[in-house]
């Protein structure tokens, strides 16, 4: 169908070729249609072993680690060959991601390819010393120098809803720090991996073995990767579930371990912002990508006095939003991932029916539509914010309206969950605002529409929405090691 994607099937990249699968090839599905694609390289766990060899000897046996400009150069060949490729990667992403066209010049596709240019040139500038000067210390007088270095093996996990910006936000970073990959995407996406590896392979200096990419249906490789000595650190992207096993998992070998996980994140509307505005801003971002995104509001927390305004608004502003197809450049609510996922939602739809939840518009599968995993977007009324579908992450379309009783309350609402990814505050008072902004335990707060996503960003979250920061000089950070040397003066 695609440039980029061979009919046999994408490959694997280990050790700086391009290779078949060891347990054969697997199907990837187009979300949208349900049609089969076509085929990625199933990798054996033999096949992650040698990938992990590989990355092994490139970093103990190259100056990678150490030759800060070439790798600048490496990153900024591989941005140039996803810029030259970029009609191909969007048909690859719309088709397998489902997601829409208008994503696609943004966060699922350009946006990423454009942030490696800040990764790139941090392996420029950063400080990789920093000189302490001297101490004196039982008499003996001490230069110190704080030396930044990379921590060695990387082992990239990451799930299918932003597959390049979550691929790119951990090869990018962990590359200009010096590190060695071996990426392993989620099955449901493999070819939005699998094709950088032929970007890499064609266009690229990136020496072999730097990075491997090891696509799979099977998720135990993503266990055999977090366990296996010869990897140093896990960067993880996924469910909060899989990153503690992720986190038993490493513990064994006492990997660093950099988590992004779920997420349940809160908007709250002060009484004095322009509520219909603040709530019909909140459903529209519900349904991007069929509501497929860690770090979306999908708690609405309105002041009481106002609540049925607020039903009112929501429901008018998701009513107008009816999933369709990711190829029409109109759509932005297209299908979720696979029929798994759809009943996953479908099955909270119906626990909020049975806690006595009133689905105000939505609610299940489009009529039109006979193919496709379509959820139309859905708000549900008449919960507590301790109800099932206000506290655990659904991943779908469906935004939850909860009364809250003034300021305070919101703050307390917000918190009473056990994510803390993300949220945003709606407010005309900026003391009330910036009350409500120290209040919250969240990585990222948006205040009156403000967006914090960019390459400089960090992102990441409190409690049980991971441990880390990706993107930023933080995110950058989170891939080098320090060393101390302290030489006598
Ligand atoms: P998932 O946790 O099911 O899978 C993520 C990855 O982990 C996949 O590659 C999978 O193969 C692998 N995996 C599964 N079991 C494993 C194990 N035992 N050990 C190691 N790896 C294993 O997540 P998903 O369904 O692919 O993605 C959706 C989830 O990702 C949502 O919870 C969402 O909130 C989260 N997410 C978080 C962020 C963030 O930055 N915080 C961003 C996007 C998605």
């Not at 060899?53 to 046996?61: K, L």
């Not at 010869?230 to 579930?241: A, H, L, P």
């Not at 193919?371 to 301790?386: Q, V």
Request: hydrophobic content about 45%; charged content about 20%.
């Amino acid at each position: 169908m695609n440039g980029l994607v061979p009919s046999e099937g994408t490959p694997l990249l280990i050790g700086g070729k391009l290779v078949p699968g060891s347990a054969g090839v697997f199907a990837t599905v187009n979300p949208a249609t349900e049609e089969v694609l076509g085929h990625a390289a199933n990798a054996s766990a033999a096949d992650l072993d040698a990938a992990i060899a590989a990355a092994r000897t490139a970093f103990d046996e190259t100056d990678w680690s150490r030759n800060h400009a070439f790798r600048a150069n490496c990153l900024r060949q591989l941005r140039d060959a996803m810029r030259a490729h970029v009609e191909e990667l969007r048909e690859i992403t719309i088709a397998e991601v489902g997601a829409p066209v208008m994503l696609t010049s943004g966060p699922q596709l350009e946006g990423p390819i454009g942030d490696l240019s800040f990764a790139a040139d941090l392996a420029e500038t950063y400080a990789w010393e920093t000189d302490l000067g001297t101490a004196v210390q039982m008499g003996i007088t001490s230069r110190r120098v704080v030396r930044r270095e990379a921590v060695g093996v990387v082992g990239a996990i990451t799930p299918w809803n932003f597959p390049h910006q979550i691929n790119l936000a951990k090869i990018g970073p962990a590359l200009a720090a010096g590190n060695t990959v071996v990426l392993k995407p989620a099955p449901d996406t493999p070819w939005c991996a699998a094709v950088l590896g032929t970007l890499i392979v064609e266009h690229t200096d990136i020496p072999a073995g730097v990075i491997n990419i090891v696509t799979s249906d099977d998720h135990q490789l993503g266990a055999q990767l977090v366990a296996d000595p010869r990897v140093d650190m896990i960067t993880f992207t996924g469910s909060t579930q899989t990153g503690r096993a992720v986190m038993a998992g490493a513990s064994a070998t006492l990997k660093r371990t950099f988590l992004e996980l779920g997420g349940k994140s809160a908007a709250i509307v002060l009484d004095d912002a322009d509520i219909v505005g603040a709530v019909s801003y909140t459903a529209f971002s519900v349904a991007v990508h069929a509501g497929q995104g860690c770090a979306l509001t999908t708690r609405l927390l309105v002041p009481r006095a106002s609540y049925d305004a607020a039903v009112e608004a929501a429901a008018k502003a998701l009513a107008n939003l009816r999933a369709g197809d990711p190829t029409k450049p109109g759509t932005i609510c297209g299908p979720v991932i696979s029929e798994r996922q759809r009943d996953r939602v479908e099955r909270y739809l119906d626990i909020a029916r049975e806690e006595g939840g009133r689905i105000v518009v939505g609610g299940g599968r489009p009529g039109d539509k006979e193919r496709g995993f379509f959820i139309e977007p859905t708000l549900i009324a008449d919960l507590p914010n301790t109800a099932t579908v206000a506290q655990e992450e659904i991943f779908g379309p469906v935004l939850v309206i909860i009364a809250h009783d003034g300021d305070d309350d919101a703050i307390r609402q917000a918190n009473e969950s056990p994510y803390g990814l993300s949220g945003s505050v709606w407010g005309a008072d900026p003391d009330r605002v910036e009350r409500v902004v120290a209040g919250v335990r969240t990585g990222t707060l948006s205040v009156n529409g403000g967006l914090w996503y960019h390459a400089d960003a960090p992102f990441g979250g409190y409690k049980h929405s991971g441990i880390g920061r990706e993107m930023g000089v933080a995110g950058f950070e989170e891939y080098l090691e320090t060393k101390l040397v302290a030489t006598p003066a």
